[in-house]
């Protein structure tokens, strides 16, 4: 069987980017993509180490904004997009720790999603 050589892996240079804050109750996710929705760059409170009910503080949510900085100065990113989803304690530490890395923090969306009455509710327990 003949040798497939393997490609190196190009460093991409991006101006600006958007910054896609999921945070929940139990953890806080963060996705790097481009303007266009490929995904640079994603860590999460519990890759970082955190465990169990530590994952969704404030305290670990800057860890992991503070984790992304690092590599998005790499990468040449300058501008930042934030949009951000859930009810979590997590949100603002994420931006808090982008501005504080230096980055222009250009637009901050909440893109939760609400229903407009949307699911039929369970029925009622009859105890």
Do not use: W
């Amino acid at each position: 069987m003949a040798y497939k050589k393997k490609t190196k892996k190009v460093k991409r240079q991006v101006e600006t980017a958007i910054a896609h804050v999921k945070s929940t109750f139990n953890n806080t996710m963060v996705s790097i993509t481009t303007e266009s929705g490929d995904v640079l760059l994603a860590c999460s409170a519990g890759r970082l180490g955190f465990k169990g009910s530590r994952k969704g503080t404030p305290f670990a949510a800057s860890q992991v904004g503070n984790t992304l900085a690092k590599d998005m100065s790499i990468m040449g990113i300058k501008n930042v997009e934030v949009n951000m989803q859930g009810p979590g304690s997590g949100r603002d530490s994420v931006v808090r720790s982008l501005q504080a890395s230096g980055f222009n923090v250009t637009v901050l969306r909440d893109v939760t999603p609400l229903p407009h009455n949307g699911c039929r509710a369970p029925k009622k327990r009859r105890v």
